[in-house]
Structures are given as structure tokens and as C-alpha cells.
């Protein structure tokens, strides 16, 4: 079953897939600027309580993993495109850690919403993983569960907040290494 949204007929076919790749302000500032991604949003999967708190997810205790949720359009971009961003973008071979981000909260998964979306998973990591000098690839792949949104402030932090220590040294360059190594599908 894919995820879609149509407002009127002619309308795309909408898909969504959920990832993880360390602290979302990251992640959510390279996927917004993709062509073909229509819709980005912070939040928070795969734990075991209902609507957490971003101070209750920096705990490590609820088992949530900091996702975006990306409704993307796939006559625009593919997902295998997607996944190869997002590869670039992250550490997939570091566990619980995305440089000095460290805790489960900061996990590589991909959260699949359809079982196809599982198998383009499984065959973008098999291929990454054959490549020479990759160490062993950690990230998950399974479907997302108990997802929530994560608290307005959160939402489009790297736009609202391009000044801010985090975004210029962390953000910045995952931003700036998307629109090199990728600038056919950068938005203009």
C-alpha cells in the first residue's frame, strides 16, 4: 500500500518514506531543498511511547529515533534516488551516532511505509555495502511505527535558524556537500 494524497484528478501520486540520519535539523535542510520532495517533517518513529517530547526523545529512554517525513513525488524523484542522497548526506556505518550526536535517537534507519519500499531499501544498502572501503552499513529497515510530529520549533529549524552554531557547522556542510554531489536534483 503507498501513501498518496490527491486533490483533484491528474493530480500526482504522492509517496512518502521516513528516515533517520542523526539530528533531523540535518536532514530536514538538505530534503527540502530536492526537487521532486514536496513535503518535509520532523518528527519521531519507531519508539514505544505515544507523542513524545523532544526533551523525553533525548533521553534515549522511549526509543525513538529524530526522522523526517518526506512526501515525495515519484514521477520527479525516485526513492532509489532518495536513499542515494541520503547515504551522501550521513554516516550509515556509525551506530547510534552521527558525529558528536550520540544515542539511539541518532540511529540510520529508513522507515518503510509499503513493502516495496523495503526491497529498494535492502537493494541500495546491498549495493552500498559492496562498494570498496565502506565498512559494515548499520542502518535499520523496517516499517515505521508510532510516529509523531516534532514540536513546531523544530519544524524548518535550518531556514529559521541559519546563523545558529549547529546549522553553520553541522547543517551547512551536509547542505553544501547535497547541492555538490547531487546539484541535477537541488531545487533552484
Known amino acids: 500500500m503507498t501513501d498518496s494524497s490527491s486533490s483533484s484528478p491528474g493530480s500526482p501520486q504522492l509517496e512518502t518514506i521516513t528516515l533517520g540520519g542523526g539530528c533531523f535539523w540535518c536532514t530536514e535542510a538538505v530534503f527540502v531543498q530536492v526537487q521532486g ?3 518535509v517533517e520532523s518528527g519521531y518513529s519507531n519508539g514505544h511511547v505515544q507523542n513524545p517530547s523532544y526533551e523525553q526523545v533525548c533521553t534515549g529512554r522511549t526509543g525513538h529515533n529524530e526522522v523526517v517525513k518526506l512526501q515525495f513525488d515519484p514521477a520527479q524523484i ?8 541520503f547515504f551522501v548526506i550521513h554516516d550509515p556505518t556509525t551506530l547510534n551516532r552521527q558525529g558528536n550526536d550520540v544515542g539511539t535517537q541518532y540511529r540510520s534507519g529508513i522507515y518503510t511505509h509499503n513493502e516495496e519500499q523495503q526491497a529498494v531499501a535492502r537493494d541500495v544498502i546491498a549495493e552500498l555495502q559492496a562498494q570498496p572501503g565502506v565498512g559494515r552499513v548499520v542502518t535499520e529497515v523496517v516499517p515505521v511505527a508510532n510516529y509523531s510530529a516534532a514540536e513546531d520549533y ?16 553541522v547543517a551547512a556542510p551536509k ?5 555538490k554531489t547531487f546539484s541535477s536534483l537541488a531545487k533552484g
Do not use: T, W
Open 37 to 39: 520532495i514536496v513535503d
Open 175 to 179: 547542505v553544501a556537500k547535497f547541492r
Open 78 to 85: 525516485s526513492l532509489r534516488q532518495i536513499l542515494e542522497i
Open 154 to 169: 523544530h519544524q524548518d529549524f535550518f531556514e529559521k535558524n541559519p546563523n545558529q552554531g549547529y546549522c553553520m557547522m
